[in-house]
Nanobody, 126 residues
């Protein structure tokens, strides 16, 4: 099982920036894609962004395109979600997830991911 630990969430003003990080450890797969999902109070968990094993390809939800970027360290076990131009509607608990495999096939589908972190709270004040 892969252990995922998120960090970086906090309170920030609208228009500000945050960087979330997620570190994978434990019995990681030989290759795995990683992603971020978020869940606002009273809402379903939704896809934010995903990155493939190599770190060369990332995909984003329409709601964050142009504002968020996702990168993966050369060691492959850490990903960083850079969030710029934050809006109050970005307020949510952000979860890191991992799925076996090198590609982003099914990357925006919550059901594709077998391993999840505990989440980190991001609050954007207006």
């Amino acid at each position: 099982q892969v252990q995922l630990v998120e960090s970086g969430g906090r309170l920030v003003q609208a228009g500000g920036s945050l960087r979330l990080s997620c570190v994978a450890s434990g019995r990681t797969y030989s290759t795995y894609a990683m992603a971020w999902f978020r869940q606002a109070a009273g809402k379903e968990r939704e896809f934010v962004a995903a990155i493939n094993w190599s770190g060369g390809t990332a995909t984003f939800a329409d709601s964050v395109k142009g504002r968020f970027t996702l990168s993966r360290d050369s060691g492959k076990n850490t990903v960083h979600l850079q969030m710029n131009s934050l809006k109050p509607e970005d307020t949510a608990v952000y979860y890191c997830a991992a799925k076996r495999g090198a590609t982003l096939r099914g990357g925006s589908n919550l059901a594709s991911y077998s391993d999840w972190g505990q989440g980190t709270q991001v609050t954007v004040s207006s």
